[in-house]
């Protein structure tokens, strides 16, 4: 129980043009997910919070407006990295909420690179 | 500003040893968290600490937290080479707001020699 999956699991893009990546709870509902980037050789940020049905709060110092996020349902939300550019090559990982509240289950990750 | 640190970064043992992973984290939280990463991949939940005083172990690691000190550690037991991976722990900061805020050390490389 409790898996999350992400589409794609690596996508390669040009510079300028946007990606989105899908994040699916597939075996249970999840009112709340997570959006983390990881760079090489480095920890997890936070990049944000999704919530079904309503806006999804952006930690500090990330563009609400580059990386933009749907929770249209509650086993899926999506990432769209607007206009992409090379230092937004990374590692994405997100997160579902599980439903006793304290826990988070983590999808497999999408390898992005931006040429 | 919350600071989520981890003692060792790097570390290096052989095969039998024991050794314990500390993460020290600068604000008030009672929920602890710590996942193992292997290359290329993502994370994999080893422990969920959500009391003062909590211990919980699988196999060669055990995990405990002490809230009021505000230090967690993971201790590994006779390794093998299996346990290679980098492991994180993550602070939930989010608790009075109501949802989930999970704030990670830097991670700590475990590699075991043969």
């Known amino acids: 129980g409790a898996v999350v999956s992400q589409h794609p699991s690596w996508v390669i893009c040009k510079s300028g043009t946007s990606v989105k990546i899908e994040c699916r709870s597939l075996d249970f509902q999840a009112t709340t997910m997570f959006w983390y980037r990881q760079f090489p050789k480095q920890s997890l940020m936070l990049m944000a919070t999704?919530?079904?049905?309503?806006?999804?709060?952006?930690e500090q110092g990330v563009e609400k407006d580059k990386f933009l996020i749907n929770h249209a349902s509650l086993t899926l939300s999506t990432l769209t990295v607007t206009s992409a550019h090379p230092e937004d090559s990374s590692f994405y990982i997100c997160?579902?909420?599980?439903?006793?509240?304290?826990?988070?289950?983590f999808g497999p990750g999408t390898r992005l690179t931006v040429t | 500003e919350l600071k989520v640190e981890q003692n060792p970064l790097f570390l290096s043992m052989q095969e039998g040893k024991n050794y314990t992973i500390y993460c020290n984290y600068s604000t008030t939280s009672d929920r602890l968290y710590w996942y193992r990463q292997d290359p290329g991949k993502s994370l994999e939940s080893l422990f969920v600490l959500l009391s003062n005083g909590a211990v919980k172990q699988e196999g060669r690691l055990m995990a405990s937290l002490d809230t009021k000190a505000r230090l967690s550690t993971l201790h590994i037991t006779a390794a093998v080479h299996d346990l290679s991976a980098t492991y994180f722990c993550?602070?939930?900061?989010?608790?009075?707001?109501?949802?989930?805020?999970?704030?990670f050390g830097q991670g700590t490389r475990l590699t075991i020699n043969p």
């Open positions: 997160s579902a909420e599980g439903l006793a509240g304290y826990e988070q289950y």
């Open positions: 999704s919530n079904e049905g309503s806006k999804a709060t952006h």
């Open positions: 993550a602070v939930d900061i989010g608790i009075e707001y109501g949802a989930q805020k999970l704030v």
